[in-house]
């Protein structure tokens, strides 16, 4: 079905919103079938307007939407339920993730196992009163990002076609994967093989796994991200700096 058509009972969640004239909002969401959509939602800021309330990230929806253009006219939008709010950490975290999907998602693009890896995500976030955030988690929905963008990672071959060898050394760039290193070669970051096995199989319970995929990760994102810092990032080190 075409974007520029009517569509009804779409799975979704607000990723970002924002004013529009004085009673309207623009809400990017993340659809199950049609990716991420800009809808039009008329009169959401007037105090009795019926959806205001539901316009809320991190929440499941159905909507509804017709027009022709770049942004479409919400038409319905029913909350869904089954998902706690959001603290703490775990809050921090979604808004990274939904920042994540609004920088690299193209619109108008379907990723249904992204969207599905994405409800899973928020539902681990959701899972801890406390609002702790499991590091696994978050590197697993980034390695699937960058899958469903086409920008998998090589994790068990190296540059020259070897297998990974959990004892070497490695650095890994952009357009060859892991680089073997020779013994006391510099690089401005290594990565160990064991490191890149383990995140192939999505096991990060060795200390130092977790320190390098998380070093790695940043580094991917902030590659495919063309340099744009994100206000996540940027917030979470004032507060360190704090």
Not at 103 to 126: I, N, Q, T
Not at 170 to 187: K, S
């Amino acid at each position: 079905m075409s974007l520029r058509s009517k569509v009804d009972g779409q799975p979704a969640y607000v990723l970002h919103s924002y004013p529009f004239r004085e009673t309207s909002l623009i809400v990017e969401v993340f659809s199950r079938d049609f990716g991420r959509v800009a809808l039009l939602a008329r009169g959401a800021r007037r105090p009795r307007s019926a959806i205001r309330g539901l316009l809320m990230g991190f929440q499941p929806l159905e909507v509804g939407w017709a027009g022709k253009g770049d942004v479409l006219t919400l038409m319905k939008a029913e909350w869904q339920g089954g998902q706690p709010l959001l603290a703490g950490e775990a809050l921090f975290c979604g808004y990274y993730l939904n920042e994540l999907l609004m920088h690299l998602l193209p619109r108008e693009d379907a990723h249904e196992r992204l969207f599905v890896r994405y409800a899973e995500m928020l539902a681990h976030l959701g899972a801890d009163p406390g609002g702790k955030v499991r590091e696994a988690d978050l590197r697993c929905f980034e390695k699937a990002l960058l899958q469903e963008l086409g920008y998998g990672l090589t994790l068990l071959h190296d540059s020259a076609g070897g297998a990974i060898v959990a004892s070497a050394s490695y650095t890994y760039r952009m357009e060859q994967g892991p680089v073997l290193l020779a013994h006391a070669e510099v690089a401005e970051q290594v990565v160990s093989g064991k490191t890149l096995l383990d995140l192939e199989a999505e096991d990060f319970t060795d200390p130092r796994s977790r320190l390098e995929s998380k070093q790695l990760m940043r580094t991917l994102m902030a590659y495919y991200l063309a340099g744009k810092e994100l206000e996540t990032r940027k917030i979470f080190r004032e507060l360190q700096e704090l």
